[in-house]
């Protein structure tokens, strides 16, 4: 509402007070309240436009902020989930080598095992051929020492039994170390990795739970953005439509 003059409410007045539209001062009086009621009004427009304007390049402003602020998370959560993933693949590389490793030991033990049964048959073939030799040869000498013949035989007898549980005990001795070492083994990769594994699986669910997270305020505040702008907007038409039909009446 512009102030208005004393000369302006005289002749305000006047125009009440006059009977008669003919008069040439009324006409004046008359046309120059139509330029201003006119310059108002587009002085009116001017301004709502420039409001409407300014309203709506602070809503693209704060929408390409907050985009530019979300692809910048997304940019890091993307690289997060990656880091998360090259993790997950050398820890695979390395279970997978250490399985490797496993077998070609278990292969390992398994060679030695047939040897030593290969070497415990040739023995036991060496032996049998021993007292095959030794029978013949007691046989041959058995009318010129038999006590004698008879002491040696106990103590081969001896001696082989003795070689033989020896042997025995000394396979079984390396089974049991070669056993020991290997569930020892399986046991120190089962505790070195599976916490690593076990972290690396609530860093990717954590990152995905971010990312949904992030998906979802970026959503909300591109509503709200949408919710905001249309109101402003419509308060503006509401203020226009109420300046216009307050200057109509």
Not at 128 to 153: D, N, P
Request: glycine content about 2%; some cysteine.
């Amino acid at each position: 509402i512009l102030p208005c003059s004393n000369s302006q409410q005289t002749e305000a007045c006047c125009l009440m007070d006059m009977d008669s539209l003919t008069d040439p001062h009324c006409a004046v009086l008359a046309r120059r309240i139509d330029d201003n009621a006119r310059a108002l009004n587009q002085q009116l427009e001017r301004t709502l436009l420039d409001a409407k304007a300014h309203v709506a390049q602070e809503a693209h402003e704060r929408l390409m902020h907050q985009q530019e602020q979300h692809a910048r998370e997304e940019s890091e959560s993307a690289r997060a989930l990656q880091r998360a993933l090259s993790k997950a693949t050398q820890l695979e590389i390395s279970l997978e080598r250490s399985f490797e490793q496993s077998s070609r030991l278990a292969q390992t033990l398994a060679t030695e095992r047939r040897e030593n049964k290969q070497a415990r048959q040739q023995a036991h073939i060496l032996s049998a051929w021993t007292a095959s030799a030794a029978a013949s040869r007691e046989y041959g000498i058995a009318s010129v020492s038999a006590w004698g013949h008879h002491r040696r035989r106990i103590m081969r007898n001896v001696v082989c039994g003795w070689r033989t549980v020896a042997r025995h005990s000394r396979h079984e001795a390396i089974d049991t170390f070669w056993g020991g070492n290997m569930r020892n083994l399986r046991t120190m990769l089962q505790q070195h990795y599976d916490p690593i594994l076990h972290e690396v699986q609530s860093a990717l669910e954590v990152a995905r739970a971010e990312t949904a997270a992030a998906l979802q305020a970026k959503a909300d505040a591109e509503q709200e953005l949408k919710i905001a702008f249309m109101r402003a907007a419509s308060k503006l038409n509401l203020e226009a439509v109420s300046i216009l039909h307050g200057d109509k009446r």
